[in-house]
């Protein structure tokens, strides 16, 4: 797996993240199961006819894609406005993913543009990213298109528009996520796509799916940039 990083990030110039899963766990202390029945609560309040699976969600992104395929756009509003408001309550509470900051700031010693790329709402990454003294190393953040969960990931047009903002082209980025949306919507992007499989039942998942590279550890990134850091001093003391 060492040999397969080394060899991917030979070829890149920008490093992409999802948030949820690579950065942090956002619902760490305030539960996805949580949120999502409060989504559900307030669709039943709006007087909406729900189908029975949707009442036993437990992934509020979810009920935010069948609201906006179901409901009128008034309604998709509500749901939206709800959950960005439960995303920044979430982040005080978010649990840091281990060799998360460091895959940060080691990326950003070697030279490389980081970008967070979300279908979390871009205030809530960028709350969580002041709190944790990350917002100067990272730039843009892409978070979820407002009321318009058609354009979430694995939809490819927030990897594009990021990687259009770094201007690096698509085949020299590399995007870091967590789920097969990532990898579907990282595909489809033409950029790089290494699979965190931070549970190992999604590790053959993502092979199947053609992630460049599965990782189970952030830790994997962090010590290839950091010995990539370590390198190039070593060549500019040679130089100098």
Request: proline letters at 7%.
């Amino acid at each position: 797996m060492t040999t397969d990083l080394d060899r991917l990030f030979a070829e890149v110039d920008a490093v992409l993240l999802d948030f949820d899963g690579p950065v942090c766990g956002i619902f760490a202390g305030y539960p996805a199961r949580d949120v999502a029945a409060e989504l559900v609560e307030l669709l039943y309040r709006h007087g909406v006819d729900l189908p029975p699976y949707l009442t036993s969600e437990t992934d509020p992104l979810e009920v935010l894609r069948w609201t906006g395929s179901a409901c009128d756009h008034a309604v998709t509003r509500s749901v939206e406005d709800a959950l960005c408001e439960a995303e920044l309550q979430a982040v005080a509470s978010a649990a840091p993913t281990p060799y998360g900051r460091e895959v940060i700031v080691a990326a950003r010693q070697a030279g490389l543009p980081v970008a967070v790329v979300s279908n979390n709402s871009a205030g809530a990454v960028t709350a969580y990213l002041t709190e944790h003294r990350l917002a100067g190393h990272v730039a843009p953040v892409i978070g979820r298109a407002y009321a318009d969960p058609d354009r979430m990931k694995p939809n490819p047009e927030p990897i594009s528009r990021a990687v259009r903002l770094l201007g690096v082209p698509p085949e020299r980025s590399v995007l870091v996520g967590d789920s097969l949306s990532d990898i579907e919507g990282g595909r489809a992007a033409g950029v790089h796509v290494i699979a965190y499989a931070n549970r190992p039942q999604k590790a053959n998942p993502f092979r199947q799916a053609g992630a460049d590279v599965v990782i189970t550890s952030m830790g994997s990134i962090a010590e290839l940039l950091v010995r990539s850091c370590e390198e190039q001093e070593s060549l500019g003391g040679r130089g100098g």
